[in-house]
């Protein structure tokens, strides 16, 4: 049995269908293959970026609790000064301001200590 002209016109507009379809899908895929690593290079640098976030918060808290217990130290010797329990974190506080709440932290807890020493040695301003 043979194929008629018509049948095999159908044939070869089916396989040039078929064709297209398999190029288009192609091209697609290399577009979804670059696009993934683009973004993995995003993630990679965003990963990177909360890895030193997190490294810069974790050396911020370790310095405010230095601080902190240094000036209880001094203070809890101030018998008419009632302590309080430390202070929680600001949940609202902007971190893009760490630098500068760090540097305000360590000039209050730098005040608090030079008051107590000048009062200590009888010194007065």
Known sequence: MSATEP?????????DVIGELTGATA???????????????????????????????????????????????????????TLRPKPVPDPDADPAALDTLNDDLVRAADDVLDAVRRRAFGFSR
């Open 7 to 15: 049948e095999r016109d159908a044939v070869r507009a089916y396989k």
């Open 27 to 81: 091209a697609q895929r290399e577009r979804d293959r670059r696009r993934a690593e683009a973004l993995k290079g995003r993630l990679d640098e965003l990963a990177r970026v909360t890895a030193a976030a997190e490294e810069q918060a974790a050396v911020a808290r370790f310095v405010a609790e230095l601080h902190w217990e240094a000036v209880f130290d001094v203070l809890w010797q101030e018998s008419w000064m």
